[in-house]
């Protein structure tokens, strides 16, 4: 285990976990108590829907892609804050993220030079561009897995130590790099383009509750007790 297969590994990976579920856990907790409204249904499911997709983002640190999970858990981050603060410019701002999050982890333009937000789409692979979302990116490691491998210089089986008796010849690699935890990734993927689609249409449900809500002019009431004869006021005994 060299220092550069130690950090990309071991090091990396724990330190963004650590560093999402401590700032999920901060925003929560100190956005709630600085807020006094009460929370409304469409808040309630986008702080749930984002919370729930931060968490299923984390899952790819642990692999050559995790720039993506980065992103990902950045964005549903700032969901969560917007859905606390409840402004306009901050609900405005968020539709504009949510969009160019998009277009990041969904690479609709694949090929554009200049719409296709992750790069490399240009590229060619088995007679067809490359596409970039996270979902392509995923099935991409689980083809070629030799990509993977490179990218962590580990997670290969050694060929010269293997009894082929017990193990399966045709599973060449192992821990992040493995079938089974790519096709995981993959399955993630589709979780995460089906939640970051449900907060969209929540964020424009946000979007127009924000804009044409106008808030109502406080009355305030005094009352004032003057002195006078009051019809019900008990009269006080007259001796002649």
């Not at 079938?179 to 127009?208: D, N, S």
Request: proline letters at 5%; aromatic letters at 16%; hydrophobic letters at 50%.
């Amino acid at each position: 285990m060299t220092g550069r297969r130690a950090f990309l590994v071991w090091i990396l990976p724990t330190m963004l976990l650590f560093a999402t579920l401590t700032s999920l856990a901060l925003i929560i907790i100190v956005a709630r108590r600085a807020t006094e409204h009460i929370w409304e249904l469409t808040e309630k499911t986008m702080v749930f829907l984002a919370a729930f997709t931060a968490l299923l983002a984390t899952s790819y640190f642990f692999s050559p892609i995790f720039k993506y999970g980065i992103v990902i858990v950045f964005l549903n981050l700032f969901v969560i804050v917007v859905a606390v603060v409840r402004t306009k410019s901050m609900s405005t701002l968020l539709l504009i993220l949510l969009l160019l999050g998009i277009l990041y982890v969904f690479d609709p333009f694949n090929g554009n030079i200049y719409f296709s937000l992750p790069g490399a789409g240009s590229e060619e692979f088995e007679g067809g561009a490359i596409s970039t979302s996270l979902l392509e990116s995923s099935q991409r490691i689980w083809r070629r897995w030799d990509e993977c491998v490179g990218f962590y210089d580990y997670f290969r089986f050694d060929n010269n130590v293997r009894d082929y008796r017990i193990e399966n010849p045709l599973v060449p690699t192992f821990g992040y790099c493995s079938r089974t935890w790519i096709t995981v990734l993959m399955i993630f993927a589709c979780l995460i383009y089906i939640t970051t689609l449900l907060i969209l249409l929540l964020a424009f449900f946000h979007f127009a509750k924000m804009h044409t809500i106008k808030p109502a002019d406080v009355v305030q009431l005094e009352v004032v007790q003057e002195p006078g004869y009051y019809p019900n006021q008990p009269v006080a005994p007259v001796f002649a």
